[in-house]
């Protein structure tokens, strides 16, 4: 690896602007970028719907910035932080793979610089402020049967889903229930603030519950916000760190894209368009997920207007896994990915992320496709050959980068009705029919006005399996329809979070987790890729 300074000053940063963690990773020092304007172009890497197999987004984002930073371009990627439920359970490592993933992985695919688990603390924190709010009865007096803050954990654990608290002392027994804490409110309004003021007017606002007499009750309102925010001091500075290759990376936040809104922080972003021309960043799940999320929520709170071009990382064998084997049947997930895109005003690029035993039948057959949609597309080699793989895709985004962004036009209407917006969203991008909503979600929208939470915007929980609210959906489903179970307000994030279909905030770990495979061995981590 490089000495993080050397990687540090490919971005013009000062080596008293960074705070060692270690000896490759280090917080970064907001005002590095303070004399700079924000005029680094933003790449988006989404990715058609997933399969158990994966696509590759992570990966083929660093290969991207690999050989672009190889071809001279002063690129930076910024990337989420994994989480422990998904790298103990379904999924692994988070941090990349093969010739491509970021330094030092095992660092940042476990406690990384104590983000998450400052997140962790700093909403229960809050959790325990509302119990002890409880027990005292102190002013406003809250109503037990109508809190509504849950707790959180860094790991997922089917069996906090639904618990009983405050039994066998001397508290007040509720029902309560865990989140995992890439779906806390906590990680989502520091991941759409801009700075700590900013955070602070978040948590300010966060909607605990409400009180004996119908009003509501704010973190604020029970004295949390100064000491969340003093868990938080560090976890609000990006984290510096480099890829395989040595090329600069921005880590910082980590919401799911399934059940929040799947986008790494806007202050890292921000600090990217500053320092780098070229800022590379993903969204979690398909476009339908975590680009729809970009486009709608942190694109409004980065004050990023447009992009110079979604990537679209795709791949045969999930091609085929969508058409059952048949990968002219898969086609059509792709085309309506690239629909999508197209419908934010934007530009697709398709990245096919090429395995060993991919024919050229296949990649031509895909490549031939989007030639004939007008799409560039390209396969790529950088999972094995690292940034020289990716030399055939930059070769497309190359000429792209010395046009004009494209401006952003949102599909969820911008002055909207929550109703309003997550049918636009349902029907427009998502290709369902409409949306049944649940007797408990159409009380609480009836609500919403009087609770001033009528307009703001959505993020929808749904299924990242399918385009659908039902996993089994596979390539572009029809004639289906939205099912909304339920509806959660966060005022702090600022927007209303749509439950639908069977999705939980707390997942399970499957029947064989990654965690069997995760060990220490001469005091070495194996396990985790």
Known sequence: ????????????????????????????????GDDRGQTGKVILVSAITPTPAGEGKTTTTIGLTQALHQAGT?????????????????????????ECHLEPRVDV????????????SAHNLLSALIDN?????????????????????????????????????????REDSFDITAASEVMAALCLARDPEDLRARLSRLFIGFSTDKKQVTAEDVGAVGGMLALLRDALMPNLVQTTEGAPAIVHGGPFANIAHGCNSVMATRLGRQLADVVLTEAGFGFDLGGEKFMHLKCPAAGIEGLAAVVMVATVRALKYHGKGDLSAGMPNLDAHLDNVERFGQRAVVVLNRFGDDTDEDVQFILDHCAARGIPAAASTHFTDGGAGAADAVALLLPILNEP???????????GTVRERVEAIATELY?????????????????????????????????????????????????FRIQVRDLEISAGAGFVVVLTGALTRMPGLPKRPRAWDVDLVNGEITGLG
Do not use: Y
């Open 1 to 32: 690896m490089r000495p993080l300074t050397e990687v540090a000053a490919d971005l013009g940063i000062p080596a008293d602007a960074l705070i060692p963690m270690g000896r490759h990773k280090a917080k970064l020092d907001m005002r590095a």
């Open 133 to 173: 709010h409880l027990h005292f009865g102190n002013t406003p007096t809250l109503d037990a049967r109508k809190v509504r803050w849950k707790r959180v954990l860094d790991m997922s654990d089917r069996s906090l889903r639904s618990t009983l608290i405050g039994l066998g002392g001397d508290g007040v027994p």
């Open 431 to 479: 290709g369902a029919d409409g949306v049944d909503w649940s007797e408990l979600a159409l009380k609480k929208l009836r609500a919403f006005p009087r609770l001033g939470a009528d307009r703001l915007p959505v993020c929808m929980a749904k299924t990242q399996s399918s385009l659908s609210d039902n996993p089994k959906l596979r390539a572009r489903p029809t004639g």
């Open 405 to 415: 962004v494209r401006p952003l036009t949102p599909v969820s209407p911008v002055d």
């Open 74 to 98: 002063k690129v930076v990627a910024c990337l989420r932080e994994p989480s422990l439920g998904p790298v103990f359970g379904i999924k692994g490592g988070g941090t990349g793979g093969g």
């Open 109 to 120: 695919d476990l406690h990384f610089t104590g983000d998450l688990h400052a997140i962790t």
